[in-house]
C-alpha cells in the first residue's frame, strides 16, 4: 500500500496515510501516478500556519515539509571580523494532490481572516 501524496510505503492493514489522511493505493505504479503539485514555499512560519489552517478547514489533504538551509547564516568579512545578518533559517513548502489544488489567493484570504 502507497500513500499518493507523500509516495512513502504503509504496512498491510492501513487503508489512509497518517500524514495525508487520505486513501492509499495498491502499488507504488499508482502511487507515482497522481500528480502532486508544490502550492507553496516560503520560509516563513507565521505564514506556513495560515496556509495549513486554511488547507485543514477546507478538508484538503497536504504534506508539508521543512528543511534547514545550507547556509542559514551568511557571513560578511570585513577587515577579518565577521558580521552576521540575520535570515530564516528554515524552508517550508506545501503539496497537494494535482487534481484538487486550489488557488493560493484564496488560502491567502482565509488566511488573513484568521489572523484578524
Do not use: N
Request: hydrophobic share 45%; with cysteine.
Amino acid at each position: 500500500m502507497f500513500c499518493p501524496l507523500c509516495k512513502a510505503e504503509c504496512r498491510q492493514g492501513f487503508s489512509t496515510c497518517s500524514d495525508g489522511h487520505i486513501p492509499l493505493v495498491a502499488t507504488q505504479e499508482e502511487a507515482a501516478a497522481v500528480e502532486v503539485d508544490r502550492l507553496w514555499t516560503g520560509d516563513g512560519r507565521k505564514k506556513l500556519e495560515g496556509i495549513l489552517d486554511a488547507l485543514l478547514d477546507a478538508g484538503i489533504p497536504f504534506r508539508s515539509t521543512e528543511s534547514l538551509k545550507s547556509q542559514p547564516w551568511p557571513w560578511l568579512s570585513i577587515f577579518l571580523i565577521r558580521f552576521m545578518r540575520p535570515r530564516p533559517t528554515f524552508e517550508y513548502w506545501i503539496d497537494v494532490i494535482h487534481k484538487i489544488a486550489i488557488e493560493p489567493a484564496l488560502l491567502f484570504s482565509k488566511q488573513k481572516m484568521a489572523m484578524t
